[in-house]
C-alpha cells in the first residue's frame, strides 16, 4: 500500500494526515485512541496534503464549515456505513448513537454504530465528535472530551477556541 504522511498544527495539538495512494485516509491527533502505530503512515511528504491542509486552516479560522475532499474509507462496511452517516450530520449540530443506529436501520445497533464511530480514521473531516449521547451528555472520543467539548463550543459560536475568534459561517453543503 502506497502511503504518505505529514504533520500539520492546529487548536487542537498536531494532527497527522495519511493518504494512500494520493487520497487522505486518516487525520489523527496526538494521542488519539485507536491511532495506528507511526510506521504504517507511510513516508513523511507534504505534497498529497495541500488542498487538506487549506480546507482545514478554512475550519480552524471559522471560514469553512463542510469539507470537499475526496476520501479513503478503509473499514467494515458497517463502519463505512456510519462513516457516511457522520457526514451528513450538519455543522454546529449534533446526533445521538441511537438515532444514528435508527437511521442506519438497526434501531438496536446503538452501541455497534458508537464503536464504529469511536474507529473513525478522519477525525475532524469525518464529524465524530458530533455524536452525542441519547441525554445530550459527551461521551467518548477518540481525540478526548476535551476536544469534543472545545469542537462543539467552537461550531456552535459558542466558543472561539477553535479558531481565530470569528464566528463560524452558516452551514454549507456537506459531500
Known sequence: MHRRHTVVDSPYGPLTLVAT???????????????????SFGEPDPRPFTEAVRQLDAY?????????????????????????????IPYGQTSSYGELARELGAPTASRAVGL???RNPLIIIVPCHRVVGANG????????LENKRRLLAFESGTSTTGGTGRRPAAAGTLF
Open 137 to 144: 451528555s459527551l461521551t467518548g472520543y477518540g481525540g478526548g
Open 60 to 88: 480552524f479560522t471559522g471560514e469553512l464549515t463542510a469539507f470537499d475532499l475526496p476520501l479513503h474509507l478503509a473499514g467494515t462496511p458497517f463502519q463505512r456505513q456510519v462513516w457516511e452517516r457522520l457526514l451528513t
Open 116 to 118: 464504529a464511530n469511536g
Open 21 to 39: 495512494h494520493g487520497v487522505l485516509s486518516g487525520v489523527y491527533m496526538a494521542g488519539q485512541r485507536y491511532r495506528p502505530p507511526e510506521e
